[in-house]
């Protein structure tokens, strides 16, 4: 990956320009530049990341976010709609995840801008529970494959992670969670389903185990809620993971992947208001004056939030279950094409996002296979520990013959993947993409800091 993408082509902005540009030139280069990285999404080549692909969705999307691009949803007296649109959009998730609703009383909820927003708030929430009961030293328990943002939450909020074992199915070790919870542990943590394997812990047990310690377990359905609530109804034996186990205390379920919703929205339930309010902030004192915020965001696009309203009342839940249709029988066709090839297994028992990695007898680096394909402009997401890939499958991998090609490519992978036993793959595991192991083994922060560097002179 070039840090310094389209400088040959467009040139660069290295200071502020005394006169402005045309809107029609800048218009035809973001054109360009859109259509360009657009391609490997329209031929379904993608793993996750773009979830509906559907442009008629996206340009309907678009025309409700113009109309709220420019609206702050804190200025609720200029703008009552997107009140509007988040109490319904909090109660449409909350309906599909049966959360316990009564006449207004009950389960609630807050928009923030995504997934890591909705699972650092109720980190946040179970340290100030714990703290109401005198516990100063809070842990949160969760497997080893729970999302690192909880790690980057417990890093700001100064909460002890506890990570348990998992499984040789890769789901959460009852026994691991057990040995680590004790009288200081606020919350437990499972997830429907994991980045890293699609995969749903026991969230029964876990909530059984919240129930009988008398703490909370929030359920990371950021990635999972929105497709795999659908999954029964088509005939599919998803475990029940939401608020029909009595110990869970909290959702979240990201409108912005699965819900189809625009980048930039994620909806986090909980159980019980009480627990809601442990994540407001409010100031009295200050002389801008009385501050209250529901989360940790100030300003907020009402587009955003309008969007994320448009999507759901749009597509409805014969939207959603016609699309999860598509995804979950993509995902079996995918899973089968992995299974017919020798050197490669399957990560446990996946329904939409399926990881796979080679065989110990093959001898074979998945890195080399990652190689290949990333070669034809297939985009796998690369996992380690172990090393694996995984294809999250979406609505673009969906299309007619997407599979097909990815067999054939896949088998030439693995040829590929023989040819260089022995040698340095030159792809790796690194959660945002494609860069290479150099790149990666040259140090993570410097390539943060190369990432946000200025252009060069
Ligand atoms: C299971 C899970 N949780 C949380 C997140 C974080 O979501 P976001 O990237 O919207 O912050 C992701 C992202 O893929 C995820 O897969």
Known sequence: MSLYPYAERFGVVRAFPQRGRPRAEVLAEIDVMSEVE???????????????????????????????????????????????????????????????????????????????????????????????????????????????????????????????????????????????????TVALVGSAGTYAHGLIDPIDELSALAVERG?????????????????????????????????????????????????????????????????????????????????????????????????????GRDGYTAIAADIFRTAAELRGVIESNDELRVLGDPYFNVAFTTTKQSGLDIFHVNDFLASRRWRMNGLQLPAALHFCITRPNTQPGVIDRFAVDLAQAISYAREHVGTPAKSGAFYAGDVTREQIESGMASWLDATQSLPPS
């Open 38 to 184: 657009d391609s490997p999404y329209h031929e379904g080549r993608i793993s996750g990341s773009i979830y509906s692909g559907d442009e008629a969705h996206y340009a309907f999307l678009n025309e409700v976010f113009g109309h709220y691009s420019h609206a702050n949803v804190l200025q609720r007296d200029m703008y009552p709609s997107a009140t509007r649109f988040e109490g319904e959009i909090i109660a449409m998730t909350a309906d599909m995840l049966h959360a316990p609703v009564v006449a207004g009383e009950g389960a609630c909820g807050v928009i923030t801008s995504g997934g890591t927003e909705s699972l650092m708030n109720p980190l946040l929430v179970y340290r100030e529970w714990g703290r109401a009961r005198g516990v100063t030293q809070p842990n949160v328990v969760m497997p080893v494959t729970a999302h690192v943002a909880l790690d980057k939450g417990a890093h700001y909020f100064g909460i002890e992670l506890r990570k348990a074992a998992v499984t040789d199915q890769f789901v959460a070790d009852m026994d691991s969670v057990r040995s680590l919870v004790d009288d200081n």
């Open 215 to 315: 703490i909370n377990l929030h359920v990371d359905g950021c990635l999972g809620a929105f497709i795999l609530a659908w999954g029964v109804d088509l005939g599919y034996p998803v475990p029940v993971f939401d608020f029909r186990l009595p110990g869970v205390t909290s959702i979240s379920a990201d409108s912005h992947k699965y819900g189809f919703g625009l980048k930039g929205s994620s909806v986090l339930l909980y159980r019980d208001p009480e627990l809601r309010r442990l994540q407001y902030f409010m100031v009295s004192d200050w002389p801008g004056g009385l501050y209250t915020s529901p989360g940790m965001s100030g300003s907020r696009s009402g587009g955003i939030i309008a969007a994320a309203w448009a999507a759901m009342v749009t597509l």
